[in-house]
C-alpha cells in the first residue's frame, strides 16, 4: 500500500521548510527509519526518515524548494503503484518547470547614460599618443585629468590648455579616478526604466538567488521590528543647578 510522506513540522512558529537534499532516489528500496531526505529550517537541518518499508515511488518537490509544512514530498509503497492522488496542488509539474526555465526574461533596452570624453570632444586622431603644451600638461596634473587620444587646437594638433577646459567643461562629472577609467574605456551605467533612469530589479538580467530559511528570519524578524518599534530618539534638557548645589552642600558637610 502506498504511503505518502509529510514535510513535518518541526516546531511551534515553523510553517514551511526547504527541502534540501533527497537520499534516495525513484526505485530505491527504503527501509523504516532510513534517512530519505535532509530538510532545512530557519534554526537547523533535520534528517526525515522512512515511516515504512517500501519502495521509493517518486517524489513531488526538487531539491532546494519550499515546501508547506504537511504538504505531500514523496510516496513509499510497492512498484507498480500509483502515486498521482497524492500529488499535492502546490508541486509544479516537470513540463511546467521547464516551460518557466524557458521562458525568457524580460529586459528593458537600456541607453548609456553619458558619452565618453572622447566622444564629447570630437574625433580622436589615429595617432594614440598625446601631445600636450606645458600649461595643457600642468592643468591636467593639477585636476587629475588624463586626456584621451585627441587632435589639439595648437600648432601640428598639439593640445593646449583651453582644448582640456573645454574637453572636461563637456565630459561627465565625476572623481578623477571615475574620469580616469571613463577616459580607458569604461562603460558607464545604463538607465533604467525607473524614475530619472533608476535602474530597478526588472531591468537586470540576473536570477534570483534564494535565501536560506535563517536569512529569511532574520530578514524577517529585522522587518516586524521596524515596522513595530518606534523609530525616533527624544533627548530633553533640565535645569540642574540646585541638584548640584545641593550635592556640593552634601559633600562638604561630610567632609
Same mark, same amino acid.
Given at each position: 500500500?502506498?504511503?505518502?510522506?509529510?514535510?513535518?513540522?518541526?516546531?511551534?512558529?515553523?510553517?514551511?521548510? %526547504?527541502?534540501?537534499?533527497?537520499?534516495?532516489?525513484?526505485?530505491?528500496?527504503?527501509?523504516?527509519?532510513?534517512? %530519505?531526505?535532509? %530538510?532545512? *529550517?530557519?534554526?537547523?537541518?533535520?534528517?526525515?526518515?522512512?515511516?515504512?518499508?517500501? *519502495?521509493?515511488?517518486?517524489?513531488?518537490?526538487?531539491?532546494?524548494?519550499?515546501?508547506?509544512?504537511?504538504?505531500?514530498?514523496?510516496?513509499?509503497?510497492?512498484?507498480?503503484?500509483? %502515486?498521482?492522488?497524492?500529488?499535492?496542488?502546490?508541486?509544479?509539474?516537470?513540463?511546467?518547470?521547464?516551460?518557466?526555465?524557458?521562458?525568457? *526574461?524580460?529586459?528593458?533596452?537600456?541607453?548609456?547614460?553619458?558619452?565618453?570624453?572622447?566622444?564629447?570632444?570630437?574625433?580622436?586622431?589615429?595617432? +594614440?599618443?598625446?601631445?600636450?603644451?606645458?600649461?595643457?600638461?600642468?592643468?591636467?596634473?593639477?585636476?587629475?585629468?588624463?586626456?584621451?587620444?585627441?587632435?589639439? #587646437?595648437?600648432?601640428?594638433?598639439?593640445?593646449?590648455?583651453?582644448?582640456?577646459?573645454?574637453?572636461?567643461?563637456?565630459?561627465?562629472?565625476?572623481?578623477?579616478?571615475?574620469?580616469?577609467?571613463?577616459?580607458?574605456?569604461?562603460?558607464?551605467?545604463?538607465?533604467?526604466?525607473?524614475?530619472?533612469?533608476?535602474?530597478?530589479?526588472?531591468?537586470?538580467?540576473?536570477?534570483?538567488?534564494?535565501?536560506?530559511?535563517?536569512?529569511?528570519?532574520?530578514?524577517?524578524?529585522?522587518?516586524?521590528?521596524? #515596522?513595530? +518599534?518606534?523609530?525616533?530618539?527624544?533627548?530633553?534638557?533640565?535645569?540642574?543647578?540646585?541638584?548640584?548645589?545641593?550635592?556640593?552642600?552634601?559633600?562638604?558637610?561630610?567632609?
Amino acid at each position: 500500500m502506498a504511503t505518502p510522506v509529510e514535510m513535518p513540522k518541526l516546531g511551534n512558529t515553523v510553517e514551511e521548510c %526547504i527541502l534540501g537534499k533527497w537520499r534516495k532516489n525513484q526505485g530505491d528500496n527504503v527501509a523504516a527509519g532510513e534517512v %530519505i531526505a535532509e %530538510i532545512e *529550517t530557519d534554526k537547523a537541518t533535520f534528517d526525515l526518515t522512512a515511516p515504512v518499508d517500501g *519502495t521509493f515511488l517518486g517524489a513531488f518537490f526538487a531539491e532546494g524548494a519550499l515546501v508547506p509544512v504537511f504538504t505531500n514530498i514523496c510516496v513509499i509503497g510497492n512498484p507498480g503503484e500509483s %502515486i498521482e492522488q497524492f500529488k499535492p496542488a502546490a508541486a509544479a509539474t516537470p513540463a511546467a518547470a521547464k516551460q518557466a526555465e524557458a521562458s525568457p *526574461t524580460k529586459v528593458t533596452a537600456a541607453k548609456q547614460a553619458a558619452a565618453s570624453p572622447a566622444s564629447a570632444a570630437g574625433p580622436a586622431p589615429a595617432a +594614440s599618443e598625446v601631445f600636450l603644451s606645458p600649461r595643457a600638461r600642468r592643468f591636467a596634473a593639477e585636476h587629475g585629468f588624463a586626456p584621451p587620444p585627441m587632435a589639439g #587646437s595648437g600648432p601640428g594638433g598639439r593640445v593646449v590648455e583651453q582644448d582640456l577646459k573645454d574637453l572636461r567643461q563637456a565630459s561627465p562629472k565625476g572623481s578623477s579616478l571615475a574620469r580616469k577609467r571613463m577616459a580607458a574605456g569604461y562603460e558607464a551605467r545604463h538607465e533604467g526604466s525607473g524614475i530619472n533612469g533608476m535602474i530597478l530589479a526588472r531591468d537586470l538580467d540576473q536570477p534570483p538567488v534564494r535565501m536560506s530559511s535563517m536569512r529569511e528570519r532574520i530578514a524577517r524578524r529585522m522587518r516586524e521590528s521596524l #515596522s513595530t +518599534s518606534a523609530q525616533y530618539t527624544m533627548n530633553t534638557s533640565a535645569d540642574a543647578t540646585g541638584m548640584l548645589s545641593l550635592r556640593a552642600k552634601i559633600k562638604a558637610a561630610r567632609q
